[in-house]
């Protein structure tokens, strides 16, 4: 008997009651529901990576505290004068409820399944086995929309780093900007509006947004510069282009390899470049790790992640995955993050 031959007789047992006994509705709720939930949160680039400060247990809403100061130092005296320099401030973070809710056809997952794992006949598609990677299939495209909601946001998610709406344009950048306590006449970041052409592939150009972000950072927050984790983020494409200038930069390209190399942990002018799938394309955020800040309500009671054999009461050929959970982000000082695009995205 083939393979596939064998696959659909294991399928139509199951239709008609035969096989083993499986569980109808299994459902995994708080800690039982980490393996779950998790890699559909923690697998998104941005946040396997350690690129930003992440929060769990986070119920409803948390505070992120900032510490901020002028001249601490006066002139000595036998008396007390406090000088009231430091100011501790507050950022709120406030948790978005999703759910995710995918039903997927056994017959067109089993083989996937078997392929990639090398499962064996006896092996059905009501087995732990199977379970764990449906569950686990759907959380790795769930990662792959947490990453892009974190930046963009959207009209579900709410606001990301760089949007409320899922495009980076003006209304979108500018609503997330005021969201997170800035006025349109002042912004809480620092933009800086790159020349047209400041993301190409040329050399002059690719390597020039990255310098006018810099320099926009010089004087806008120059401190941030010294942070031990101050990064740049962009896109892939972004990316690809500043190093394809670097490969042809002087004729020779850099190592004078021209295109005939790899670029690992690129960097401008010594601060890393964290590319991030999530981010728009041409556009670039300079700040500190520690000042993105991203929350969500793993390890607590608010987290489940349910697998129901459709199939069997709805004459499907089913079976139905749903995870809810609560995600949120924050910027911790909006006032140390400069944020470099075109004018038709940033300006006025």
Known sequence: MSYSRSLTRQRRELAVGQGPTVTP???????????????????ASTLQNGWVRQIDGIQNKAVISNL???????AANCDWADGN??????????????????????GTILPTWAGMTGARESMT???????????????????QGVEVALWQGSAVYATGFLSNDGTFDNAGYRASILANGGTEAAPTTGEQIVTAGGFGADILTALGAFNETYTKALSYCPAVLNRPDVAFYCSPKTAGSY????????????????TNQGFDNIQFLGI???????????????????????????????????????WQFDGSDQVKIAMRFGLGCQVGIPTDVVVGAYDAVIGD
């Open 25 to 43: 509705d299994t459902t995994y709720a708080g800690v039982s529901a980490l393996p779950f939930v998790a890699p559909a949160l923690k697998l």
């Open 68 to 74: 901020s100061s002028g001249d601490t130092i006066q």
């Open 85 to 106: 320099d430091l100011i501790l401030g507050e950022r709120v973070l406030t948790l978005t409820d999703l759910a995710v809710m995918e039903a997927l056809c056994r």
């Open 125 to 143: 598609a009501g087995s732990p086995e199977f379970v764990n990677f449906t569950m686990a299939t759907v959380a790795g495209y769930t990662a």
């Open 243 to 258: 190093m394809h200038a670097l490969s042809v930069a002087g004729g020779s390209g850099y190592n004078t390899s021209v």
């Open 272 to 310: 890393p470049i964290h590319v991030c799938p999530g981010i728009p394309n041409d556009a670039l955020v300079l700040t500190y790790e520690e000042n993105l800040v991203v929350g969500s309500n793993l390890n607590t009671d608010y987290t489940s992640a349910n697998y129901i054999d459709a």
